[in-house]
Structure formats: C-alpha cells, structure tokens
C-alpha cells in the first residue's frame, strides 16, 4: 500500500535555529497538508496545499512557517528561528481527493526543540 | 468551526473484551476517518467513513450522518490494540478537524 513518507523522524534543534521538515507524498495525490501534535493534545491542522499554493491555513500557521513543493516529489515545512513550544509531532498528510478517498498521514516527524 | 467529541476518554480492558469508541460530530461532514496512534505516535488509518458501515478484521465502524455520530467497534481486543483512537471530520474542502482521543489500555 502507498505510504506518505517523512523525514526525519526524530530532530533535536537548538532554540532560534532553523528547521526543515520532509515529506513524500503518494505520487498521485494532489492534495498536501500538514498537522501538528503537541504532546498529550489533539492534532491540530497548520495548512493545506493545492496547486502549487496554500489553500487554507490556521492562526498558528503564521510568518514563522512556510510550505514549499520544491520538485514533484517532494513537500517541506520549514519553521524559522523555532521556540521552545514548537516541540511536538509533525504529520504530513496527502489526498488524492478530500471528498472521496480520505487522508494518509505519514509516520511524523518529532521536534525537539532545546 | 465544528466540534468533535470523543467518549469515553479513557478505557481500560482486559484482553479478549470488546469495546465501542464514540465520535459525536457538530454539523454535517463529507469526511470523517478513525485513526489509531500507535505508542510510536505513528497515525494508522483505520477507516474512511462518512457513512455506512465498514469491517476490517476484529475492527469496525458505523457512522451514522444524519444523527452526527459514529462509533468504533473493537472485538476480542488485544494487547496490541493499546494506544489512543483519534476520530477526525473534514471541516469545509481542506482540512481534518480532530477529537481528544480516546486513550485504549488492554491489560493481559
């Protein structure tokens, strides 16, 4: 079965640093998302992406993180300067088609930030 | 926005037992899919169901649209089957709005 594919799965990142979160998606979906899991708490969305664009975002999802597709395969979150509180699980997810298929989320990525 | 809620909160079984996990939903939904999080944190799919019902293996799951619940039923439960169980409802065309879980504890 197609896998949604994340790397890594675990990042240790000093506070103020830079962070690149990675993501494959299944090839033919066209449908891009990411989630987040702070600890003990629900997944929250961050955004979506379709057509080379955001599509919709949430209120966390603000100037500190931006999503990029930079090839055909590949789909990244990247968090600037990132804060202690941006520790959490990270989930891509695509879609081939929201409304008939559902979403597959990959395996996450852990960020720790110290 | 909508509003998911998951019952109960937690679970405590004995290996063998069956279990059912609800999701009560606030407004109507084109998506809703189970996942299960695994003591990884990994999300495994469980089923997409936005309506009727679907079985796979000991697991399977019924959602009711016009009445805005589903539930997840679990037979013979194993070890295993320990972690927490997410409901999660598309909200508008882009994206999942999650419940709280419901933490699943299977004692041998």
């Known amino acids: 079965e197609p896998e949604v594919t994340q790397t890594p799965s675990h990042q240790v990142t000093q506070m103020g640093q830079e962070v690149i979160l990675r993501c494959v998606p299944i090839?033919?979906?066209?449908?891009f998302y990411w989630y987040r899991q702070i600890l003990g708490q629900k997944v929250e969305f961050l955004v979506s992406?379709?057509?080379?664009?955001?599509?919709?975002k949430s209120e966390i999802f603000d100037d500190q993180f931006s999503v990029e597709r930079p090839d055909g395969s590949n789909f990244t979150l990247k968090i600037r300067s990132t804060k202690l509180e941006d520790s959490a699980m990270y989930f891509c997810?695509?879609?081939?088609?929201?409304?008939?298929?559902?979403?597959?989320f990959g395996s996450g990525t852990r960020l720790t930030v110290v | 926005g909508i509003q998911v809620e998951q019952s109960p909160p937690d679970l405590i079984l004995q290996e063998g037992a069956n279990s059912t996990l609800r999701c009560n939903f606030s407004?109507?939904?084109?998506?809703l899919q189970w996942f299960h999080q695994n003591p990884w944190g990994q999300l495994i799919n469980l089923f997409y169901?936005?309506?009727g019902t679907k079985q796979n293996g000991r697991l399977s799951a019924t959602t009711v649209a016009t009445e805005r619940y589903s539930l997840l039923y679990i037979s013979s439960s194993q070890t295993t089957d320990s972690g927490v169980y997410f409901c999660?409802?598309?909200?508008?065309?882009?994206?999942?709005?999650f419940g709280q879980g419901t933490r699943l504890t299977i004692n041998p």
């Open positions: 997810a695509s879609s081939v088609s929201p409304f008939s298929y559902g979403y597959t």
């Open positions: 090839s033919n979906h066209l449908y």
């Open positions: 992406f379709y057509n080379n664009e955001i599509s919709e």
């Open positions: 407004d109507s939904v084109n998506n």
């Open positions: 169901i936005p309506s």
């Open positions: 999660a409802v598309a909200e508008g065309a882009q994206k999942l709005v």
